[in-house]
């Protein structure tokens, strides 16, 4: 089997291997990217409905769960969003702005994915794909600078600087594989607890068939997590299963089986005190929701929670109770929808174990971990993509 030598090999050509190639390559170091799927950036490509949330104009560490929350500050820092916009400026892309400042491809995400080629064009890297990867050894301390051998199906590469980029479980379809985990292992790092992160939540029983007869009808809510802690005002959608929608992605992250969440279905609004001016005003409770609803949802919910009318014969108590079923109506998912559904996956690389401002292994030279295989999980709305670009960079800047 022939043999050849890199400075850098990259290994997995999603969002955050591709910026790390092209930064490394523009800084003169000959870099090879390497994955087993056949295309590059599969996973760019159907994220956003197609359309790719690339970004997000206002991302701060806040908007990321890690077990150490200051981890992500200084990729953050060194690679913001306007710099990924000044990019993707630079190339023309066209792109729009919606809610809550994400941006996304306006026409294709496929318009991203040549921007990052072409970057990795000019900047001379060179790609392998559909290779699958047999073993990965540490050379000896004498044939430095060459530190690692990678060992494919097709042939052996040694390099001195290693970039795992291999992502998470999600989206298994996409190839998706706990490559990075095992290889992390492998090197001894701890691997945090993996589950399915920013995914639909499902239902057993009466809740699912009621989640089921509602498919495809959608709320502006609030979710809260069980012990408040978290909370998002986002769209809720439901399913033939459960419920999904960008709020329920986002609190999806903080639930744990057994949980509850709650659910106001009228945010904004004093709903304690519009129910006893209905009742003063001797006006109906179903004309008034229908203002707020979907009429499919105001009737299935009056049929599941029902309150006597006229309201003006009901105590101000009683209408204060129904007020608080309106504002916190608690759930008990019994599960998520898995990996299939979900878009990232929440934990991964321990990173007390990581350079947090290199992305390099503190035990390992020239080892480096970086995007969605290290524990870092950002919010739903682009910032996952930019800890793809953030920690890309980073690394890029050291190989």
């Known amino acids: 089997m022939k043999s050849r030598a ?5 290994v997995g050509a999603g969002a955050a291997g591709l910026m790390c190639a092209a930064t490394a390559g523009y800084r003169g170091r000959r870099v090879e990217v390497l994955d087993h799927a056949p295309k590059a950036a599969a996973k760019i490509r159907i994220s956003g409905g197609g359309k790719c949330n690339f970004t997000n104009r206002a991302v701060g560490p806040e908007h990321y769960l890690c077990g150490n929350p200051h981890f992500v500050k200084s990729a953050l820092a060194r690679y913001q ?16 702005e919606r809610e809550l400042g994400k941006l996304f491809c306006l ?17 001379g890297v060179e790609f392998q794909l559909n290779t699958g990867i047999e073993r990965i050894e540490t050379l000896e301390e004498s044939s430095r600078p060459l530190r690692f051998r990678v ?38 790092l701890a691997v945090t607890e993996k589950r399915p992160g920013l995914v639909p939540l499902v239902f057993d029983g009466k809740m699912r068939d009621f989640c089921a007869a509602m498919a495809g009808v959608s709320l502006d ?46 945010p904004g609004l ?20 229908n203002g707020f609803w979907p009429k499919k949802f105001t009737q299935a919910w009056l049929e599941k929670y029902s309150l006597p009318e006229p309201l003006a014969e009901l105590p101000d108590d009683r209408l204060r109770q129904y007020a608080e079923q309106l504002t916190e109506w608690t759930l008990y998912p019994s599960d998520t929808a898995g990996y299939d559904k979900a878009e990232v ?55």
Request: net charge negative; glycine share 10%; aromatic share 10%.
């Open 6 to 10: 890199t400075d850098v090999l990259v």
């Open 81 to 96: 969003p306007q710099d990924f916009i000044d990019l993707v400026d630079r190339h023309g892309l066209a792109y729009e």
């Open 107 to 123: 026409d294709r995400a496929g318009d991203l994915i040549q921007i990052l080629r072409t970057e990795c064009d000019w900047a």
């Open 151 to 188: 060992v494919t199906d097709q042939d052996i590469i040694e390099c001195e600087s290693l970039v795992v980029a291999t992502g998470g479980l999600s989206f298994p379809k996409l190839k998706a594989s706990g490559f990075g985990y095992c290889l992390a292992e492998q090197f001894g």
């Open 221 to 266: 809510v609030t979710l809260c997590n069980q012990d408040t802690t978290q909370s998002f005002s986002e769209a809720l959608l439901f399913t033939h299963q459960g419920i999904s929608g960008p709020g329920v992605l986002q609190i999806s992250n903080y639930w744990r089986p057994g949980e509850a969440i709650r659910v106001n279905l009228l």
């Open 270 to 289: 004093k709903v304690a005190e519009a129910l006893l001016q209905l009742k003063r005003d001797n006006a109906g409770l179903k004309k008034w929701l």
């Open 345 to 399: 996956t929440l934990g991964g690389i321990d990173t007390d174990a990581i350079s947090s401002k290199t992305l390099e292994v503190k035990n390992a030279p020239g080892l480096y971990f970086i995007g969605e295989v290290l524990d870092v999980t950002g919010h739903l709305g682009g910032y996952n993509f930019q800890w793809a670009w953030s920690s890309g960079f980073a690394a890029g800047q050291s190989v």
